[in-house]
């Protein structure tokens, strides 16, 4: 969607194929409220034996918080790996989230057998919950990730991590 805008209601949605947002698009969840823990989740699904992949172009606005109840707690985006039939594979082993400035995620982001590059932040109202499971990431520009209201967020009992190491 080139410069057009797409307003969610709270509840999941499951895309077959992949997310695209070209510049200047706008997805959202206006009636979403992160403080009430009302979001969306939003499920890459397998289309056949492929499962889609999430490319938001550089000045996207998303503005996007998970549910903090039900199935989905906590997830805000998720490419499915439960239960596929062999031979399944990703249509891009690449994702890409590069939004213009202010734009928002809060909740768990699971890509974990791709690459993301992530250019957001978590939401700056209610609990403040980023997280990334990816295969391989790269942080662009000012980004920032956040878990200290994660348990809020719909995302308990979380596994610490107690050494971290940077691999090039």
């Known amino acids: 969607m080139t410069g057009q805008t797409v307003d969610l209601w709270p509840g999941t949605y499951g895309i077959t194929g992949d997310l695209t947002i070209q510049a200047s698009g706008v997805l959202k969840c206006s009636t979403c409220d992160n403080a009430k823990g009302s979001g969306v989740t939003i499920i890459l699904t397998a289309e056949g034996t492929k499962i889609g992949a999430v490319s938001m172009a550089a000045g996207t606005v998303f503005n996007l918080n998970a549910p903090s109840s039900g199935a989905f707690a906590g997830m805000v985006l998720v490419q499915d790996a439960n239960g596929l039939p062999p031979g399944t594979t990703y249509t891009s082993s690449y994702n890409n989230i590069t939004g213009a400035p202010g734009a928002t995620l809060n909740g768990l982001v699971y890509l974990p057998n791709s690459s993301l590059t992530f250019n957001g932040k978590p939401s700056a109202t209610g609990p403040t919950c980023l997280l990334l499971v990816v295969g391989r990431l790269n942080i662009d520009a ?6 200290k ?4 967020a719909g995302l308990a009992d979380l596994p610490i991590v ?3 190491a940077l691999a090039e």
């Open 142 to 147: 000012s980004s920032s990730l956040d878990s």
């Open 149 to 152: 209201g994660c348990e809020n």
């Open 162 to 164: 107690r050494t971290v």
